[in-house]
């Protein structure tokens, strides 16, 4: 387009379009509504998850090094409290801190006298430590040795204590099509007691936002990690997202994408409730449990699938009083 004689002044529709264009803009995003509100609770099964701090479990060297007070954790009073927050929001499963991968191969050491303790007050409650660390600093999947080592170490963990219902392994990153990973799940489950549930803190699919394929799966490999395993909670964070509706919208296509991908495998749909500031991943403004839950429900169908079994908070120890009311007004049943 030529530019107007010198002198001559555009006309006022051309000096006013970056406004009107700007101005439409934002109109849109007013009207966008991608998520959905939902407070009747028709999502909630009563069988979500959350996950724990390393405390709840960790043994007396954990405390020192990180000048922590055990009786914070060591008291049937701190488990029975505990307890009851799990009653009060549906919380059937969780996953107590126990990484990194300890220099002998296995899970970071346990308080024995603990574990019993924190299993004697979680009755109705599925207890799997959260097992696994850094991807080649901590665990090695392409070494037979280490997938050996690793999957003998949590077998004497489980027999030490017959109660616990299982692990729940998370590595990170975790690259989408790793062999060696389904190689170390392979090792679990062929270790794991009959019966004890091998679950896994697994990637969403690949977005705009965040492409990363050693922090993302493409559908194909997050099928066979649900093959290779009872039970995936998708971490849905962590998107580097600065548009709450956006994230919305991104919930909401994860939701279906894992659905489709765990079919035959309990799915839980991983949602953050933390502050991690000062990093380009993750706006506090815009992961937060508002926006979560209003994606999830715009993703879930009202008639549930049958492997869809909860959402899975992240994290226990940084909820406070209006998260855990935010989830009990936008997502329990009656609570």
Known sequence: MRAPPAGVKPPRWRRLAPLIVAAALVLAYA???????????????????????????????????????????????????????????????????????????????????????????????????????????????????????????????????????????????????????????????????????????????????QPDTEIHWDLAYMARVAQASDQLAVMMYDTSIVLPKAYESLMARWTREALDATRGRALLLGLPAYTDEGVGWHRPWVEDLPHALRGIHAGLPDRLPAQYQGVAVYAEWEMDEGEWATLRRGFLRGR
């Open 31 to 209: 009207l966008w509504s991608p998520g959905r509100e939902v407070a009747d609770g028709r999502h909630d099964r009563g069988r979500n998850a959350l996950w724990l701090q390393h405390g709840w479990l960790g043994d007396d060297a954990w405390f020192a090094r990180n000048r922590r007070d055990p009786a914070r954790f060591r008291s049937r009073e701190a488990v029975a409290a505990l307890a009851a927050r799990l009653r009060a929001h549906g919380v059937t499963d969780v996953f107590p801190h126990l990484c990194p991968v300890d220099g002998d191969g296995g899970p970071a050491h346990t308080d024995d006298a603990q574990v019993e303790r924190f299993l004697d007050g979680m009755d109705g409650v599925r207890v799997m430590p959260w097992v696994g660390g850094v991807f080649e600093r901590h665990v090695f999947p392409d070494d037979p040795g280490f997938r050996r080592r690793f999957a003998a170490k949590v077998r004497r963990l489980l027999d030490a204590h017959p109660r616990l219902a299982g692990v729940h392994v998370n590595v990170e990153p975790w690259p989408s099509g790793h062999a060696g990973m389904l190689a170390l799940l392979a090792e679990l489950r062929a270790q794991m007691p009959a019966g004890a549930v091998l679950s896994v803190a697994a990637y969403p699919p690949p977005t705009r936002w």
